[in-house]
């Protein structure tokens, strides 16, 4: 594709040391430009990586990779869970009880979602067994009427361990006194901070008897499993529906969340879109570079036409020094973004003792590290992008320089 004269040519112009050390210096510009748009665009897309997959390990820690239902509660759930369980790809399955209330402590009130559950079967398929931070899941037993519930309704509700609270549920008892609202008083056994708002301030769990006594059912809602492959919990939830003899209800998580990670994704593509507007403001930063060295190279390309030399061989040897600008630029951002990436949850805990400033307040933001999740996938997807703009931008000044006519520049010379 290239001739060895060509490429010989097109390195020599990327250093212009005889005549004008200022190309030179906007060529070292260009690189640096690209190089540090590549390392800005994969540290970017690795912190929000990191961020997407802090929120899903902490939104399916708690909500589950798929449930199964029916209509009037799970009838026979101990036989369902048992063939469930007997599918090769799931590590775990348990089942629940799924209602909506209001906890009530002195004069405060607050709505909260009612989960009943067994515990010794609830750590199979979640994680609040290991973001407890008072007491313990085992506490909750059957007709003890213990509860559990998240760090931020505890201090909303001014509750701690030992705690009476009471529990009122949507339906009516008909008393003497007319109708009264279903109460019952909830000793505080455990608190779990999990780090996602939604459950901390507004999820309580109970045993699952105590539950279906509370609201007078006698089914649970039904069974939530956890899948070896998030990414494959749809396909496996309704393999499982589809050998059950019954016909049942399977919500799997990109159903019930699809909203926040389709948001999650948009931002990503669109930060994706931005921060690639950097690399392409380096390769403008190219087409000045060539511009510059077209106009100073004029007699040189007369004297390589005189000599043979076709435009086709001058597009060439100007195509090659802007590309190998770009590829060398591509090159240091990759090296640099990838060890930033890999390294940014150490170097950002230094940088805020040094300064004595936390970037992200625990007090405001629930995830208050910059975690980190390189792929190299996206990588390769960068250096692609970049060089092809790189090679775009070398394309105007190499076709001015392939049209130059002998004649008119040595005219001058």
């Not at 101990?78 to 009530?104: C, N, T, W």
């Not at 805990?349 to 190299?376: C, Q, R, T």
Request: proline fraction near 3%.
């Amino acid at each position: 594709m290239f001739n060895t004269y060509e490429a010989m040519i097109g390195l020599r112009y990327v250093r212009a040391k005889r005549r004008n050390h200022f190309i030179s210096f906007i060529s070292m510009s260009s690189m640096i430009g690209v190089a540090l748009g590549v390392m800005a665009l994969i540290t970017v897309i690795s912190v929000m990586n990191g961020f997407e997959k802090e929120l899903k390990e902490r939104i399916l820690g708690m909500a589950s990779h798929a449930v199964i239902e029916e209509l009037n509660g799970l009838s026979n759930w101990e036989s369902v869970m048992r063939d469930i369980k007997e599918h090769p790809q799931i590590l775990g399955a348990a089942p629940y009880f799924h209602a909506e209330g209001m906890l009530s402590k002195d004069k405060a009130v607050n709505g909260v979602i009612i989960r009943g559950i067994l515990p010794s079967e609830e750590k199979n398929v979640a994680i609040v067994t290991e973001k407890m931070v008072a007491g313990n899941l085992d506490d909750l037993k059957g007709s003890e009427f213990n509860i559990v519930l998240g760090s931020e309704l505890a201090r909303k509700l001014n509750l701690a361990i030992g705690d009476k609270v009471t529990l009122v549920a949507p339906q009516a008892n008909i008393t003497p006194a007319g109708i009264l609202p279903r109460l019952k008083r909830f000793t505080l056994a455990g608190i779990f901070e999990v780090g996602m708002h939604e459950f901390d301030s507004g999820l309580v769990l109970i045993h699952m008897n105590d539950a279906l006594k509370l609201f007078r059912k006698s089914n649970p809602t039904g069974i939530r499993i956890k899948t070896n492959d998030i990414l494959e919990a749809p396909i496996i939830s309704r393999e499982i529906a589809n050998q059950l003899s019954k016909n049942y209800w399977v919500i799997d998580w990109t159903q019930r969340h699809s909203n926040f990670f389709r948001a999650l994704k948009t931002e990503k593509t669109v930060m994706f879109v931005i921060l690639t507007l950097i690399v392409a403001v380096a390769a403008f930063n190219i087409i000045s570079t060539l511009v510059m060295a077209v106009s100073d190279k004029q007699s040189d390309i007369a004297v390589l036409r005189t000599l043979g030399a076709s435009p086709r061989s001058i597009l060439k040897i100007f195509m090659i020094q802007g590309t190998v600008i770009g590829v060398i630029g591509i090159f240091l951002g990759i090296i640099s973004g990838v060890w930033l990436a890999s390294n940014i949850e150490t170097l950002v805990p230094a940088l805020e003792n040094m300064l004595g400033y936390k970037f992200l307040s625990p007090d405001v933001y629930y995830i208050s590290d910059l975690p980190s999740d390189m792929h190299w996938n996206d990588v390769i997807h960068i250096g692609v992008i970049s060089f092809v703009l790189c090679l775009l931008a070398t394309i105007y000044p190499a076709l001015r320089a392939a049209n130059t006519l002998p004649a008119e520049a040595l005219r001058y010379e």
